[in-house]
C-alpha cells in the first residue's frame, strides 16, 4: 500500500501538467479553428520546438530533484504522522510547478511563431523592362571613378532600389549579347547578379549594341505586359554587328512598341578627348571614345529618353515621370497574408505563471 502511494505521488505532477496542458490546447485548438477564412496553420521558426526539452528538465527538477533537496525538521511523533491520510491539498503541493512546466510549453510554441495564412489574389499595376549592360573592354576606362563598368553598376542598382511591383530581366553584351536573367520580381537576384558582373563574362572585344538591344526585345515579345520598357547602359560606341545593327535594333523597338531609355556610361564632354587627370596611359593609348548621338537617337526614336550616368539623379526622377503615363498592367497574383498567433500562447503562459505565483505565496506555500 506504503508503494502504491509512493507511485501515486509520483505520478500525481504528471497527471496535474497533462490536465492543465491538455485542458488548454483544447481551448487554443477550438479558437484557431474557429477562426474564419484561413487555409492553414504555420510554423515561421519551428525549431524553437527544441526549447520542450526545457519542459522536462523543468518537471525533473521541479518534481524530483527539488523534493530531494527540500529542507526537513525533527518531529517527535512520526508514526503518527504516517498513519494520517493525506488530505487534498496534499496532493497539489506540486502544482505551482506544473504550472511552470505547462507555461514553458506554450512559450516554448510562442518562440516558433505559429501563423495562420490564407491564399488570395491580389491585384498589382506594373510594367515589364529589361535592362541592358554594356560589359566591353572601353568599360574599364577611368573617364568615371573607378572605371565606367562601376559607375554603370552603381547606377543599375540604384535604379532597383526604386522600383515596384515592374518585372525587370537583365542582359548583358559585348561583342555577343546573352541573357543573364529572366523577367522577375526578385529585385534582390537582379541586384546580387548586377554586383558580379565583371569585364570577360562575355567576350569583351566588341560592341554589339544592336544585338543586345535585340535580344531584350525578343524577351519583352513574349511579355504580356501593356507597356514595355528597355534600359540601355554602355558608352554607346557600337562596333560589332552578328545579327542587328543599332538602327534595325531600334526600328523593331518602333514596331513592338517599347520605349527605350538609354544612358551613357562615360563622360559626354569631349567624346573621348583624354580627360587631365588621367591623360594617356604608359602606353600611350587613348581612352575608348564615347558616343552620346547613338544614345541620343536610340531614346528619341522609340519615345524614351537620354540620360547620363553621373546624374543618378535626373535618371530616377525622368524614368519616374514618364513611367507614370505608361499605362500598367494589371496582374494577379497569388499571395500568402499571414496573422500571428502568438500572442493566444504568450498569454496563458503569462497567466500560469502569475497563478503559480499566488498559489506558492498562499494556499500552497510549502514550510519550511
Known amino acids: 500500500m506504503d508503494r502504491a502511494r509512493r507511485t501515486l505521488a509520483a505520478l500525481v505532477p504528471y497527471l496535474l501538467v497533462a490536465l492543465v496542458g491538455g485542458g488548454i490546447g483544447i481551448v487554443l485548438f477550438a479558437e484557431i479553428q474557429d477562426l474564419r477564412g484561413i487555409d492553414d496553420v504555420e510554423l515561421h521558426d519551428p525549431g524553437a520546438l527544441f526549447l520542450l526539452l526545457a ?13 530531494r533537496r527540500s529542507g526537513t525538521f525533527a518531529f517527535s511523533r512520526v508514526g503518527d504522522l504516517a498513519r494520517t491520510r493525506r488530505g487534498f491539498v496534499a496532493w497539489l503541493t ?11 510549453g506554450l512559450l516554448a510554441v510562442a518562440l516558433a511563431r505559429p501563423q495562420t495564412y490564407t491564399r488570395r489574389e491580389i491585384e498589382v499595376e506594373g510594367i515589364d523592362m529589361m535592362l541592358v549592360l554594356d560589359l566591353s573592354k572601353s568599360m574599364e576606362e577611368r573617364d568615371l571613378r573607378p572605371n565606367r563598368l562601376d559607375a554603370a553598376q552603381r547606377t543599375v542598382r540604384r535604379f532597383l532600389e526604386g522600383r515596384k511591383n515592374d518585372r525587370i530581366g537583365l542582359v548583358v553584351f559585348a561583342k555577343e549579347a546573352m541573357v543573364q536573367c529572366p523577367l522577375t ?31 531584350a526585345l525578343a524577351n ?29 535594333a531600334t526600328e523593331l523597338a518602333k514596331e513592338l512598341k517599347v520605349r527605350v531609355f538609354t544612358v551613357l556610361i562615360g563622360r559626354e564632354e569631349g567624346g573621348g578627348v583624354p580627360d587631365p587627370d588621367f591623360g594617356i596611359d604608359l602606353f600611350g593609348r587613348q581612352p575608348y571614345a564615347v558616343n552620346p548621338a547613338l544614345l541620343k537617337k536610340m531614346a528619341n526614336a522609340t519615345g524614351g529618353r537620354y540620360f547620363n550616368a553621373p ?33 493566444r500562447f504568450v498569454t496563458p503562459a503569462l497567466g500560469l505563471l502569475l497563478l503559480e505565483l499566488l498559489l506558492a505565496m498562499t494556499r500552497l506555500r510549502k514550510f519550511p
Open 55 to 67: 519542459c522536462a528538465l523543468a518537471a525533473w527538477v521541479g518534481f524530483h530533484l527539488h523534493v
Open 94 to 104: 506540486t502544482f505551482p510547478r506544473a504550472l511552470r512546466v505547462v507555461a514553458l
Open 311 to 343: 546624374d543618378m539623379r535626373a535618371l530616377d526622377r525622368g524614368f519616374e515621370e514618364v513611367r507614370a503615363t505608361l499605362e500598367k498592367s494589371k496582374r494577379r497574383e497569388v499571395g500568402k497574408v499571414y496573422g500571428e498567433l502568438f500572442p
Open 185 to 215: 520580381l526578385d529585385y534582390n537576384a537582379v541586384d546580387q547578379i548586377v554586383a558580379d558582373l565583371a569585364i570577360g563574362d562575355v567576350e569583351p572585344m566588341g560592341t554589339a549594341i544592336g544585338d543586345a538591344l535585340g535580344l
Open 220 to 248: 519583352l515579345r513574349r511579355s504580356d505586359a501593356r507597356s514595355k520598357v528597355v534600359v540601355l547602359l554602355s558608352d554607346g560606341d557600337s562596333n560589332t554587328v552578328n545579327e542587328m545593327d543599332p538602327d534595325e
